[in-house]
């Protein structure tokens, strides 16, 4: 029987979304049957990533434990949280509960090496995720030479991509499709040979990219997924 995986959501809901859709999309079905039980907490009033990290805002812990916690309650058998930068908590998630948590930044730099011949690496993320250099840090153990862009940069193509009003988690997603590709050939003229879209939300957009730039795009989103259809179908 398939193992049941519980998914920490909200952060923000469509991003969520998107895990949920490429779980289906990678996992071998032909009826209703074949899918993979799925358990979903959406806490959208999690705090901010972003205010905690840069800003000293409210932690988003409490409320990650509890998620972790209310998913093993609800038979989940592992964890999956989507959100990249919800991983700078991952050892307080982990240790709240008895079942595995996958850890989105480890699956997506251990995909690399195993499937992309390359040795810089570009990191297209916004400044928290940066700051803390949980991606360059994963990346670095497997002897990669991570490429980012510079604070001004990363505040005007990621942050202002992402956060304002106007934003992707706004849901104006094919607005800001022209920064982040602009953000993806400035990490890729810097000498970067892939470029890894290292926010949950960045993914989003990528119906609105060319296919040159797509072709040089990593998904941890889907990267994230795979593991969890290949996890509950027992094939690890």
């Known amino acids: 029987m398939d193992k049941m995986v519980g998914i920490i959501g909200g952060l923000g809901p469509e991003a969520t979304i998107d895990l949920m859709k490429k779980i289906i999309k990678n996992t071998p079905a032909k009826t209703d049957q074949d899918h993979i039980p799925m358990v979903v907490y959406s806490n959208p009033k999690t705090p901010s990533r972003y205010k905690a990290i840069l800003e000293g805002g409210e932690s988003p812990v409490p409320q990650l434990v509890e998620a972790a916690k209310k998913l093993e309650q609800a038979g989940a058998e592992f964890i999956a949280i989507a959100c990249n930068l919800a991983h700078y908590y991952y050892d307080d998630v982990k240790k709240a509960v008895r079942i595995p948590v996958l850890h989105i930044v480890r699956e997506t730099a251990n ?126």
């Open 111 to 236: 995909w690399i090496s195993k499937n992309c011949k390359v040795t810089k690496v570009g990191i297209l993320a916004p400044t928290p995720t940066i700051k803390v250099g949980i991606y360059q840090k994963e990346l670095e153990k497997y002897g990669y030479e991570p490429i980012t862009l510079d604070h001004e940069e990363t505040k005007r193509l990621v942050d202002d991509a992402i956060y304002p009003e106007t934003g992707i988690k706004a849901g104006y997603i094919k607005e800001n499709a022209s920064l982040v590709a602009e953000a993806i050939k400035t990490l890729l003229d810097r000498g970067a040979e892939i470029v890894i879209l290292a926010c949950t939300e960045l993914p989003l957009v990528l119906d609105f990219l060319s296919e040159d730039l797509r072709d040089k795009v990593i998904d941890p989103t889907d990267i994230l997924a795979k593991k969890i259809v290949s996890l509950s179908k027992g094939l690890e």
